[in-house]
C-alpha cells in the first residue's frame, strides 16, 4: 500500500463545513486501519473502527456513520455483504458507502454497485483519490440531506393542510346541516295541495334554497333561490335569503305586510322581487347575485301569481299530461340598481302541478357533457307523471344521477313541486 500523504484540509472537505463528519473504517488489516486512521483524523473526522463487517453492522447500529470506508475482501462477512447488510438497516439518513478493493474487473465494479456501493478506491489508497472520492460524497450527501428536509417540510405542511381539511371538512359537515335546516318541511299538505321540496348541494354547502311560507288560511308563498358560484360564500347568502323569506318569523318576511286589523297580506310577488334587488344592491357589500322564481298560489281557486327573476321557466304538468313552460325571464337580482320586475299568471286545476326548479337540472350533463335541456326535462317529467307528489322529485333526482352516469352534479340541484288538489280535499 503506498503510504498517504497528509491531506491539506479545504472548506469542501473540512468536517466542519460539510455533512461528512463521522467516518467508519472497516478492514482486517489493523495496519492498513492504523494508516487510514491516521489521515483521517488529520483531516478533522471521527473516525470508527471496525475489523469485520460483523463488528461494523453493529457499530452502525448505535452510531450511524456518515460515510464508510470498507474492504471489499475479508473473512466472514465480506464489504458487499456487509454493504447490503448496512443498506437494510431501519432510518432516514442515508449513508455514503466506498468500497476498499483490488478488483478492477468492470463485472466486479457492477456487482458492487448493484450491491448498494455508492463509489470504489482501488488498493494501494492514493491520499489525493480518497480526498477527492470523499469530497464526491460529500456533494452527493449534502444533496440528499437538503432534498431529506426540504421533503421533511413539505410532509409537514401535507400534514397541517390536512389537519386543516379536516376541520374545514368538519366545518362544512356542520353548515351543511345547518343550511338543510333551512328546509325543514320537505312534505306539506295544506289541504286543498301539497308542497314538495328537494334541496342537493353539489358539494357540502351550496347556493339554492327552496321554500315555502303561510300567508293566511287560503294562500301560501313558493320560492326558489340560485345564488351565483358554489360554496361557503353562495352558501351564507342563501342564509341570509332564508331569514328574508321566513315562514317562522312572519315579522321579517319581507313579502308580507301587516295590516292594522292584525291581519297580513302578501305583496306583489315582482315587489318582493324588486325589495330583495334594493336591499342587496343597497346593504350587501357582494359580487353575488342570484336568480330566483316566486309564486303565490291561492289554495281555493288554483290561481298561481309568479314573478321570475333570470330563473328557469316553471313548469306546468297537467293533470292530462300536457307541459307547459314559460316565463318573461327577467334580470336576475343584485345586478342592477332599480331593476323592474314583471308577473305572470296562471290557474292549477284539480290534477295539475307547478314544478319549479334550478338551472342545475336542465344543464346537469350526461358522460358526453350534453345537457339535459329543457326537451329531456319534458321526456323526464313524462315518464314520472304518475309518481305520487310526496317522492316525485326524489325520484327525479334519481333519474338525474342515472343520466349523469353516477358521476355526481356539478351544480346543485332543488327544486319545488306543488300539486293542486281542489277545494273540496
Known amino acids: 500500500m503506498n503510504v498517504l500523504e497528509p491531506n491539506t484540509i479545504t472548506p469542501e472537505t473540512s468536517p466542519d463545513s460539510g455533512v461528512i463528519k463521522r467516518i467508519l473504517l472497516v478492514d482486517d488489516s489493523r495496519l492498513q486501519r492504523r494508516i487510514l486512521s491516521a489521515s483521517l483524523t488529520r483531516d478533522g473526522y471521527e473516525v ?8 461494523a453492522l453493529e457499530i452502525c447500529q448505535s452510531a450511524a456513520p456518515d460515510l464508510i470506508l470498507s474492504d471489499w475482501v475479508m473473512p466472514g462477512m465480506d464489504g458487499l455483504e456487509f454493504c447490503k447488510a448496512f ?56 444533496m440528499q440531506r437538503e432534498l431529506t428536509e426540504k421533503n421533511r417540510v413539505i410532509t409537514d405542511t401535507l400534514d397541517e393542510i390536512q389537519r386543516l381539511y379536516d376541520s374545514l371538512d368538519h366545518d362544512l359537515i356542520e353548515a351543511k346541516k345547518l343550511q338543510q335546516s333551512l328546509v325543514r318541511d320537505r312534505f306539506q299538505d295544506f289541504g286543498t295541495g301539497v308542497a314538495s321540496l328537494m334541496l342537493h348541494p353539489s358539494g357540502h354547502v351550496g347556493g339554492d334554497l327552496v321554500g315555502h311560507y303561510r300567508i293566511n288560511d287560503h294562500r301560501v308563498g313558493l320560492f326558489s333561490i340560485d345564488v351565483s358560484g358554489h360554496g361557503i360564500s353562495s352558501a351564507l347568502m342563501t342564509a341570509r335569503l332564508a331569514g328574508y323569506l321566513s315562514s317562522t318569523s312572519p315579522e321579517h318576511n319581507v313579502a308580507l305586510q301587516f295590516m292594522p286589523d292584525g291581519s297580513q297580506e302578501h305583496l306583489p310577488p315582482a315587489t ?17 347575485y342570484f336568480t330566483m322564481l316566486l309564486a303565490e298560489v291561492n289554495l281555493q281557486t288554483g290561481h298561481v301569481t309568479m314573478a321570475q327573476a333570470g330563473h328557469p321557466h316553471p313548469v306546468i304538468q297537467r293533470a292530462d299530461g300536457t307541459i307547459e313552460q314559460d316565463g318573461p325571464g327577467g334580470f336576475p337580482v343584485g345586478l342592477i340598481d332599480h331593476a323592474e320586475f314583471s308577473q305572470f299568471e296562471a290557474t292549477l286545476d284539480v290534477g295539475d302541478r307547478l314544478l319549479i326548479l334550478s338551472d342545475g337540472v336542465t344543464e346537469c350533463p350526461n358522460p358526453n357533457d350534453e345537457m339535459l335541456g329543457e326537451d329531456g326535462l319534458v321526456d323526464l317529467l313524462r315518464e314520472l307523471s304518475d309518481q305520487p307528489a310526496e317522492t316525485m322529485l326524489e325520484t327525479m333526482l334519481w333519474h338525474l344521477d342515472q343520466f349523469a352516469g353516477d358521476r355526481g352534479f356539478p351544480d346543485d340541484i332543488s327544486g319545488i313541486l306543488f300539486e293542486y288538489r281542489g277545494p273540496w280535499i
Open 48 to 55: 470508527l473502527e471496525a475489523g469485520s463487517g460483523e463488528e
Open 87 to 142: 443498506r437494510a438497516l431501519p432510518g432516514d439518513q442515508y449513508g455514503y458507502f466506498i468500497i476498499l478493493t483490488s478488483k478492477s474487473e468492470k463485472a466486479e465494479v457492477v456487482r458492487g454497485l448493484e450491491g448498494g456501493a455508492d463509489d470504489f478506491v482501488t488498493k494501494p489508497v492514493n491520499a489525493h483519490e480518497l480526498r477527492a472520492r470523499i469530497s464526491a460524497g460529500e456533494r452527493i450527501l449534502r
Open 272 to 288: 318582493v322581487i324588486a325589495r330583495l334587488n334594493k336591499i342587496i344592491m343597497d346593504e350587501m357589500e357582494t359580487e353575488l
